[in-house]
């Protein structure tokens, strides 16, 4: 499995690339990655960490949730670049070699192995460019046509769909996929994911369980298992589970998210930040500060579309995709408190007397999901 992100930095790395669009590290052979679902799984989940997905394909910086369903290129914040860096999109070569390779397998239809290329190139540039994911999915869904039972396209398509906020969808493919290759635990944790979000809490259990019963180690089933079992409220079981996930975390990174996911459930302080994450908080102004504080959320940021200044003293966060509405009482008051605070710090920092005021607002409808006030 090739290297997803920068072990020097930790930027995201783009397909092919050989080295850090940030640091300029040069990329090798390195352990797996981890990957995270999209941001709708159980409402717990929102106001702490994300879920941890084991095979869907979801590219980016460990805790954001994936942007695929956004038709447009990310800023460079959204991506973890530095605020200089120009917003990274497909060169027109590449646009143009990839619509080549399109327009050869629609001129042959029968030709499964150019189906296939196509399928796969513009997977591959989905993860830059959200807009080739549908293409994606029409190809695979031609080979499994012409060829049923293909596993890549079976599994590719449960990853389309798991990324599209389509639980059902995905299941049905996992399914056929595991019925050939039930050895997966990747894509048997997957299917555990899709299942609690899709209300199945106890057969998502049972799949992770199951996997655990093949590999006790598997970090990313662990870590699942306690989000499951808190959203059925056994705390006891889920801090159990999130505890032999810190062991098994495969780095400092991991390890610290789920530190502060424990405090959390445990109603302790939250262990102490430091480096980057501190450093980003610096700004020459209350109004950049208080748009990182969105831009730079784990579980917001990389949801945040566009943020507009009607006033001095009130903003509208537009994002995407961001299902306040599946948060719980609980979860929400946590998330706005932590938001609050942190522009209350800012307030202080830049010494700003008047109440602000941060709607946040739905992109694709404009309707208003919260407002933070301080």
Known sequence: MEQRFCGFCGTQRLPEAQFCTRCGHAFGSARRRFRLPPQW??????????????GAVVHGTLFPAPKRTVPRVASPAEQNLPESHP???LPQQVKDAIR?????????????????????VQYRASFVDPSYLAG????????????????????????????????DVAIAYYEQYLAKKPEDLEV?????????????????????????????????????????????????????????????????????QVDLLLARLKGEPSPETSGPAVAEAESDSFRSAAERIFRKNPVM?????????????????????????????????????????????????????????FEVVDAATGKSMTTLTE
């Open 136 to 167: 994606a999915a029409s190809a695979y869904q031609h080979v499994l046509e012409q060829v049923p039972g293909d596993l890549e396209a079976l599994r590719a398509l449960g990853n389309i769909a798991y990324e599209r906020r389509q639980p």
């Open 100 to 120: 080549e390779v399109v327009e050869q397998a629609q001129a042959s239809p029968n030709d499964i192995e150019r189906w296939r290329q196509a399928a796969q």
């Open 41 to 54: 799984a159980p409402a717990f989940v929102l106001g702490t960490v994300l879920l941890v997905g084991a």
């Open 188 to 256: 048997r944790t997957d299917l555990g994911t899709m299942l609690l979000a899709a209300g199945q809490t106890d057969k998502a259990l049972a799949t992770y369980q199951a996997v655990l019963q093949d590999d006790p180690k598997f970090f990313q089933a662990h870590f699942n298992l306690g989000v499951a079992y808190h959203g059925l409220g056994k705390t006891e079981e889920a801090l159990a589970a999130f505890a032999r996930a810190r062991e098994l975390a495969p780095n400092e990174q991991i390890r610290a």
């Open 301 to 357: 940021g990389p949801k945040v579309d566009r943020i507009e200044w009607p006033s001095d003293d009130y903003a509208k966060v537009y994002v995407r995709d961001f299902p306040m509405d599946q948060m719980g009482p609980e979860m929400q008051a946590m998330f706005r408190e932590r938001m609050t605070t942190r522009i209350r710090e800012q307030k202080a920092r830049f010494q700003v007397a008047s109440q602000v005021r």
């Open 87 to 89: 917003p990274v999109e």
